[in-house]
């Protein structure tokens, strides 16, 4: 007979103990699912744009030429100047006005092309397919760099879906373009793609053709360099020929600045979940060995050896763990899919894939763990001897617990209760696991709800959602290329406005650059036309200026300045200084320095070329989307104007998504660390729960004193988690603050509320009762006489 | 708090009763028998002839495969779980060979459990329960565990657990089996004073001796099946 045969006979192969080997496949395809997608989403916060941009071969500079200043020849022979290291192009390019859905859809640059492949700018289809007919579109999924940091680029209108129809405006024939497609240019290098014939019917009329050219340098990693590549191919082509050109910096300015801002909270769920999964695997895994200690002693009574005993239990416990592991690492990967899908929106690039390096290392991680977890056990098994096991191996050590059950016989609870509460007490090892298994738990999920509350204030006080529900836009069906509204179509918002009933407030809004000693940059300022105080930019330091020659800055304007709020400043508005006081800082989280005044205050700006746009206000109970319809009706077909809601930004949208998905991953794993603890709590006192019920313990009595177990560590569980969520969520918030180079209002922190607080915390008591009902029920089942018979 | 008497007399009633396990033959094979109230009777047998399965589902800690089951009047074969808990703690007390006593709970707490779950009023349980420990001898002994205590008085701590509800029937599943001769002579003595006093008492055990000692019937168990008349045994 082999050295192996008695192993397997002992063992007694995976079926015999069928709930403890599901158990432990179960945490580890959790634990381990949760160590993949971990081990993805911290790659995937790891520079994903500079890892994008060498994969899809990022476009250095995006030329745009004058197509009828240069021959075919010129343009091409830029390829061969000496910093150019690949090129794509031309491909012809129009600019044009869209509507969906019968709202204003704003300005698109689309460019035709073949195939979305290339030496330069690898565009990566996400939805649908390439164009490969006339009247079909492709559409950039990720929107524009950010504009003047509203908010994630302009929505005008109802997001289009694949089959969507978008009208062109302004051109001949009004043609329409179905999108069959999504896809991602990692420098935006369009806004969109059509088949290369179909540009030039959506040019309109009198706008000279464009095409743009795409070039990889050699040397493009600054904006010195960049703007010499520029200059190379201005000095190649005739003069006039280059009417524009793009950097990859901007974009990848843009790109990680928001996907930066994730960062915080993706490493601290990943944290979170590896943590909780090396916790719960290494109770799981070692309370099974030490479960099995009488059974061991029993093997060795009758003659196995250590080292096969050894082996027994660590072949017990291998083969679900590997089941488990084998297994979490596909569920870890399909759940990478879809999280990395809105992590790579979010980053603005095209796609991310999950590491193989991730899947690997959460598989052998979380299998070198079960190892540990459950060598240390076996090992002291192996080395006991037989009566020493089986003694082992019973019920824990007299004199754990007194106390508790004396305690809780005084407080006078019934007595299935009084038991519940006590019984945590006989193995405080296993108790202290299970407790803080619930309290990161329970953390997780409060933490998400606080984050998600922390983020969607933050969305509505960027992007003004909740104050300014309308918008007004020069992109109008009657807006073209180069076209600005006049007078009279100003004044006609005006009048459309005053005549709505819902019109609570209104305020025009102008913006131009202007410059500010001390600031290289241009500061983008926007002035309010009028009372501008309703629209309630979030306050970070200070008030909204309330004072003639008073101003607001946002962060990024007194980083670059160095001023503080109180402090004067001199504004250059054209080539006339202007004095102004600062008195607050607004959450207005940028790379550009803002400012925020009257007219008054900025004389110069309210000019009509600067009119940029109309703040609406609604009274109570106005339905947005009717005024947003009665107002454009108004308007008329003609107008450059157009009614619109405000964009509640991808990034916030995405970021809530990813906390959801987080949180209730770990969620369920506490869930799984506390069935697990209720389960070995159940089978080490079986003959004593058959005890109770041949005393006279009724189901329902047990069911409650055995879901009481857990009550107790819940409750502290409960009183850890909450402060420590609050904390984590302030650190967070504060830590994505900091990334995105803003301060934040005290608000977007106080989102805990006691009463909110308080019963968020009863998290903890849902994690461990979802835990323990299972193993609590089939307690309450069994019957007495099996009870009594097991020891 | 002692229950009145069963009309009729029969504390206990089986008829046609059968356990089957999973595989195999039935632990138990069409077994009719009664008990009257204040009969002491001995269920003997070899080793897996049924005593124990018979004492469990007289118990009503599991159930029969065929049969009906009548203790104190109530048929418990058609209880549920909960009404079955119900009825033991009120009707029927159990004394196990190895005590199982629960090892944290104090004495005295033991001996309070069943009627804290039947839901008698602290004060009473109290009362019944000291009157019980004095009873048994050990009413010093109520404020330790029982971990510390000798085998025939962690019997003594059981018997009074089986009988703080004051049960009908006293059920004892081999009470000496576990203790010396000595320990094992006080404790029967103690059964057949409770029995004087009209206790019914239903006593499974493989020893003769004891059977002759203390049992006014015998009924013997070979295989599952009643084997012979019941015995009726001198004073």
Redesign the interface.
């Known amino acids: 007979m082999s050295w192996f045969s008695p192993i397997r006979t002992a063992t007694g192969g995976p079926l015999r103990h069928k709930m403890q080997a599901v158990v432990i496949a179960m945490v580890l395809l959790v634990s381990t699912a949760s160590a993949t997608l971990g081990f993805a989403l911290l790659a995937a916060s790891n520079t994903p744009f500079t890892h994008a941009f060498s994969a899809q071969r990022g476009a250095d500079v995006t030329v745009t030429v004058n197509a009828a200043r240069a021959s075919s020849a010129q343009l091409a022979a830029t390829r061969a100047l000496g910093g150019v290291t690949a090129a794509a192009g031309p491909f012809a390019e129009a600019t044009v006005q869209a509507q969906s859905g019968g709202q204003p859809f704003g300005q698109l640059v689309l460019a035709g092309r073949a195939s979305p492949g290339g030496a330069v700018d690898d565009v990566v289809l996400n939805a649908g397919h390439w164009p490969d007919a006339p009247g079909q579109v492709v559409l950039d999924a990720s929107p524009g760099p950010a504009q003047d940091g509203q908010g994630d680029g302009p929505s005008q209108g109802g997001e289009p879906k694949l089959g969507s129809t978008l009208s062109v405006t302004g051109v001949p024939g009004a043609p329409a373009l179905t999108v069959v497609g999504f896809a991602n240019s990692i420098t935006n290098t369009a806004d969109g793609w059509v088949t290369p014939g179909e540009v030039a019917r959506l040019r309109a009329a009198g706008t000279p053709s464009s095409a743009q050219l795409l070039y990889r340098f050699a040397q493009a990693g600054d904006p010195a360099q960049v703007r010499a590549d520029v200059a190379e191919i201005n000095r190649a082509l005739p003069p006039g020929a280059v009417a524009g050109a793009g950097s990859w910096l901007a974009a990848e300015d843009a790109a990680t600045g928001n996907g930066a801002i994730m960062d915080p909270f993706v490493v601290a769920f990943a944290l979170i979940g590896l943590v909780m999964a090396v916790l719960i695997v290494g109770n799981v895994v070692s309370g099974a060995v030490v479960a099995g200690y009488h059974r061991i002693g029993v093997l060795k009574s009758i003659g196995l050896t250590p080292a096969q005993v050894v082996v027994a239990y660590l072949s017990r416990v291998g083969a679900p763990a590997l089941v488990g592991c084998l297994t979490g690492v596909v569920l870890g990967n399909l759940l990478a899919i879809s999280v990395l899908a809105k992590s790579s929106a979010a980053y603005r690039v095209g796609s991310q894939q999950a590491p193989w390096w991730g899947s690997v290392a959460a598989l052998a991680g979380m299998l070198a763990l079960t190892a540990l977890a459950a060598l240390g056990p076996a090992l002291r098994a192996g080395r006991l001897s037989a009566a020493e096991a089986i003694a082992a191996g019973r019920a824990p050590r007299a004199g754990r617990g007194y106390a508790a059950y004396r305690l809780a016989n005084r407080l006078r609870l019934p007595r299935p209760i009084g038991l519940g509460l006590a019984a945590p007490f006989a193995r405080p090892a296993r108790t202290l696991v299970s407790l803080a298994a619930i309290a990161f738990g329970a953390t997780a999920v409060i933490f998400a709800f606080g984050l998600h509350s922390s983020l969607s204030r933050a969305a509505a006080s960027q992007n003004l959602t909740t104050t300014v529900p309308v918008q007004l836009q020069p992109f109008g069906p009657g807006a073209g290329p180069q076209q600005f509204p006049d007078a009279a179509q100003d004044a006609a918002v005006t009048a459309a406005l005053r005549a709505q009933p819902g019109t609570r407030h209104d305020v025009a809004v102008y913006e131009d650059q202007v410059k500010l000693p001390g600031i290289a940059q241009g500061v983008n300022a926007q002035a309010f036309g009028g009372d501008a105080s309703w629209v309630d930019y979030g306050i970070i330091a200070g008030h909204w200026y309330d004072a003639a020659g008073q101003v607001d800055v946002n962060t990024d304007f007194l980083t670059q300045s160095g001023l503080a709020v109180g402090d004067t400043a001199t504004v250059v508005i054209g080539t006339d200084p202007v004095t102004v006081r600062i008195a607050g800082e607004v959450f207005q989280p940028s790379r550009q320095p803002m400012l925020f005044g009257s007219v008054q205050t900025l004389p110069g700006l309210a000019t009509a070329a600067n009119l940029q746009e109309y703040y609406v206000g609604l009274r109570a109970g106005t339905s947005a989307s009717a005024y947003i319809r009665a107002v454009n009706a108004r308007l008329g077909s003609r107008s450059p104007w157009a009614a619109t809601g405000p964009d509640g930004g991808q990034f916030y949208q995405i970021a809530s998504a990813l906390i959801g998905l987080l949180a209730l991953m770990v969620a369920i794993a506490a869930g799984l660390g506390v069935l697990n603890t209720v389960l070995m709590t159940t089978r080490d006192r079986v003959h004593d729960l058959g005890i109770f019920k041949a005393l006279g313990m009724r189901p329902g009595q047990m069911l409650t004193m055995v879901v009481c177990w857990i009550a107790g560590p819940a409750v502290i569980a409960a009183v850890i988690a909450a402060p420590a969520a609050v904390a984590l969520n302030t650190a967070t918030i504060g830590a994505m603050a900091g990334t995105a180079h803003t301060g934040i209002p005290a608000s977007f922190t106080q989102v805990f509320p006691p009463s909110r607080l308080a019963l968020l915390s009863l998290a903890a008591l849902v994690i461990a009762a979802a835990g323990a009902l299972l193993p609590a029920g089939w307690a309450a089942r069994a019957r007495p006489a099996t009870a009594l018979r097991a020891e | 708090m002692r229950q009145q008497p069963i009309p009729g007399g029969d504390v206990i009633r089986l008829d046609g009763v059968t356990k089957t396990y999973q595989a195999g033959p039935p632990a138990l094979a069409d077994v009719s028998m009664s008990v009257a109230a204040g009969e002491v009777v001995a269920v003997m047998g070899p080793s897996g002839s049924g005593k124990s399965t018979l004492l469990?589902l007289i118990?009503?800690?599991?159930?029969p495969t065929a049969g009906t089951v009548t203790v104190a009047g109530r048929r418990i074969d058609t209880m549920g779980?909960?009404a079955l808990?119900?009825f033991?703690?009120?009707h029927v007390g159990?004394v196990?060979q190895f005590f199982?006593?629960?090892?944290?709970?104090?004495v005295e707490?033991n001996v309070l459990?069943?009627a804290?779950?039947?839901g008698a009023s602290?004060k009473q349980a109290r009362a019944r329960a000291d009157e019980l420990l004095e009873r048994m001898g050990i009413e010093q002994h109520k404020n330790a565990?029982p971990?510390r205590l000798s085998g025939g008085q962690r019997q003594r701590v059981a018997i009074a657990?089986a009988l703080v509800?004051s049960p009908e029937l006293l059920l004892a599943d081999e009470p000496t089996g576990a203790l010396d001769t000595a320990s094992g002579l006080q404790i029967g003595a103690l059964l057949r004073e409770l029995n004087a006093a009209g206790q019914t008492l239903v006593l499974v055990t493989h020893d003769p001796a004891l059977a002759g000692r203390y049992a006014a019937r015998t009924v013997r168990l070979v295989d599952g099946q009643l084997a012979g008349a019941d015995l009726e045994v001198p004073a």
């Open positions: 469990n118990a009503g800690l599991d159930r779980e909960s808990a119900r033991r703690a009120r159990i196990f199982n006593l629960l090892d944290d709970l104090t707490d459990l069943p804290q779950l039947a602290r565990y971990a657990r509800n």
